[in-house]
C-alpha cells in the first residue's frame, strides 16, 4: 500500500515554484501541475488557493519558531549554533524571497504580517544569543544586530542571477567565502580550530540543489 502523502510534502514541491513565480498569478492547475498532483487530490488538502497559501506561510514560521528553540539549546556549543543560525539565514532567503514577500504583502497582507512577526522575534533571539556568546568570551564583540544584518543582505544580493556573472564568482563559493569571512569575524582565535566548517558545506550544497 502506498503511504498517503502529508500536507508538508506537497508544501516542500511548490516551495521552489513561489520563490520564482508569484503565487498570487499561479491558478490552481498550476498549482496542481508543480505539486505533481491531480486538481481532485488537491482539493483532498486543500479547501482553496487561499489555504494553500496559508499553509505555505505557516510552514515558513513553524520552520522559524524551530530555529528560535535550536539557537536557545544551551547543551549544543556557541560554535555549532552559530554554524546553523547561518544556515537558517540561507534557507530563509533562498526560500522567503524578495518576490514572495512582496506578493505577500500585496495580496496577503494578513499572512505578511503574521510572517513579519516569526521573523522579527527570530532577530530578537538570535541577538539574545550572540551577545550571550560575547559575555562567555567565545564571540568578538561586535554590534549583533548588524552582524545579523549582514546575512540577509548580502545573501539576497547572492540570489540575484546578476551577482555571479558580474563577480565571476558560483553562488556556492560567494556564500562559503561570506561565511568564512563571518566565523572570522565573529569567534575569538582559539575557538577557530575548533571549528568544523566540512558540515556547513554539505549542508549548502544540500540547499543550493533544491532550489536549482
Same mark, same amino acid.
Given at each position: 500500500m502506498r503511504k498517503p502523502v502529508s500536507v508538508d510534502q506537497y508544501i516542500e514541491k511548490i516551495k521552489p515554484v513561489i520563490r520564482r513565480n508569484k503565487f498570487s498569478q499561479?491558478?490552481?492547475?498550476d498549482i496542481a501541475k508543480y505539486m505533481d498532483i491531480s486538481k481532485v487530490t488537491l482539493y483532498k488538502h486543500f479547501s482553496s488557493k487561499d489555504e494553500i497559501i496559508q499553509r505555505v506561510v505557516m510552514y515558513y514560521i513553524n520552520y522559524l519558531q524551530g530555529a528560535d528553540t535550536f539557537v536557545k539549546d544551551d547543551s549544543v556549543s556557541?560554535?555549532?549554533?552559530?554554524?546553523? *543560525? $547561518?544556515l537558517q539565514s540561507?534557507?530563509?532567503?533562498?526560500?522567503?524571497?524578495? +518576490?514572495?514577500?512582496?506578493d505577500l504583502k500585496e495580496?496577503?497582507?494578513h499572512h505578511f504580517e503574521d510572517l513579519a512577526a516569526a521573523q522579527q522575534s527570530?532577530?530578537?533571539?538570535?541577538? *539574545? $544569543?550572540?551577545?550571550?556568546?560575547?559575555?562567555?568570551?567565545?564571540?568578538?564583540? +561586535?554590534?549583533a544586530v548588524l552582524f545579523m544584518v549582514q546575512d540577509d543582505a548580502v545573501l539576497r544580493r547572492f540570489m540575484e542571477p546578476s551577482f555571479s556573472i558580474q563577480y565571476d564568482v558560483t553562488l556556492k563559493?560567494?556564500?562559503?567565502?561570506?561565511?568564512?569571512m563571518k566565523e572570522y569575524q565573529l569567534l575569538k582565535p582559539e575557538h577557530l580550530d575548533t571549528v568544523d566548517d566540512s558540515v556547513i558545506e554539505k549542508e549548502v550544497s544540500k540547499v543550493l540543489q533544491t532550489i536549482s
Open positions: 499561479l491558478k490552481i492547475d556557541y560554535v555549532e549554533r552559530f554554524q546553523m *543560525t $547561518f540561507l534557507i530563509c532567503v533562498a526560500f522567503i524571497s524578495d +518576490l514572495f514577500l512582496n495580496f496577503y497582507p527570530r532577530i530578537k533571539n538570535l541577538q *539574545t $544569543f550572540f551577545e550571550s556568546g560575547m559575555k562567555q568570551k567565545i564571540f568578538n564583540k +561586535l554590534n563559493q560567494a556564500i562559503m567565502d561570506f561565511y568564512k
